[in-house]
């Protein structure tokens, strides 16, 4: 099974418009981490922000949330005010302190983000 | 701003060479990784390294994978017999202690042929 799983292969958004990215993730352990990386077609991978499984609040950065729904184990991204720069590929992950392989990062297939102008 | 830097940034070898794949972290980290990303594909994760030692390894990271922080700034990944499928983008990675953010170098592209 998946431990991460993004179903948007692509999405398009209208510059200045919000962007939700879907994340869903697959553990049984109690304690994970969750984390949005953006790659750029330059290939570098920027952290963009983190959740902890025990954070009661949604992790925000800027223009990015996490909406963390924690009995659905899902993790969407949100990027509100949608810029040009916001062209990416973006990755979801999850650190996953397996019992028989401690910490592990899992990442997502990616969901290439457009912002059309 | 600080930075991971990674050299070389393109390598190409035959099948069977060993290649060794160098990155220098950001100097106050403590923990480091190396990941993989074969072309189109999601990112792997290789190994993570605290304390001059492996804490963790995914299966991926088998017998033909080392690590080594040779010096007190580079940390390298050897792989000792390449195959055609170890071509891929290889990324280090490093963060600081108490924080969940991890720098990423700008990878290391690796065609084995």
């Known amino acids: 099974a998946q431990k991460i799983t993004q179903t948007q292969p692509g999405m398009f958004v209208q510059e200045k418009e919000a962007v939700t990215l879907d994340c869903t993730y697959d553990t049984s352990d109690q304690s994970y981490g969750l984390f949005w990386y953006k790659q750029p077609s330059s290939g570098e991978m920027i952290f963009l922000i983190y959740?902890?499984?025990?954070?009661?609040q949604n992790a925000t950065e800027g223009r990015y949330s996490l909406n963390f729904q924690k009995a659905r184990k899902s993790a969407n991204l949100v990027i509100s005010a949608s810029q040009l720069g916001d062209s990416a590929m973006y990755f979801c992950?999850?650190?996953?302190?397996?019992?028989?392989?401690?910490?592990?990062?899992?990442f997502g297939t990616g969901t290439s983000l457009t912002v059309i102008p | 701003e600080p930075e991971v830097t990674q050299t070389p940034s393109h390598q190409v070898t035959q099948m069977g060479q060993e290649v060794i794949l160098r990155c220098v972290p950001i100097?106050?980290?403590?923990?480091f990784y190396w990941y993989r990303q074969i072309l189109g594909q999601k990112v792997e994760f290789l190994v993570s390294?605290?304390?001059?030692?492996?804490?963790?390894k995914s299966e991926i990271f088998d017998d033909q994978f080392s690590v080594e922080r040779p010096d007190g700034s580079n940390f390298t990944l050897k792989i000792r017999s390449t195959k055609l499928e170890d071509s891929a983008m290889y990324f280090c990675a490093s963060m600081r202690v108490r924080s969940h953010e991890q720098y990423f170098g700008p990878g290391t592209r690796l065609t084995v042929t």
């Open positions: 100097s106050n980290h403590l923990y």
């Open positions: 992950a999850m650190r996953d302190p397996g019992a028989d392989t401690g910490n592990q990062f899992y």
């Open positions: 959740q902890g499984s025990y954070d009661e």
């Open positions: 390294f605290y304390n001059n030692e492996i804490s963790e």
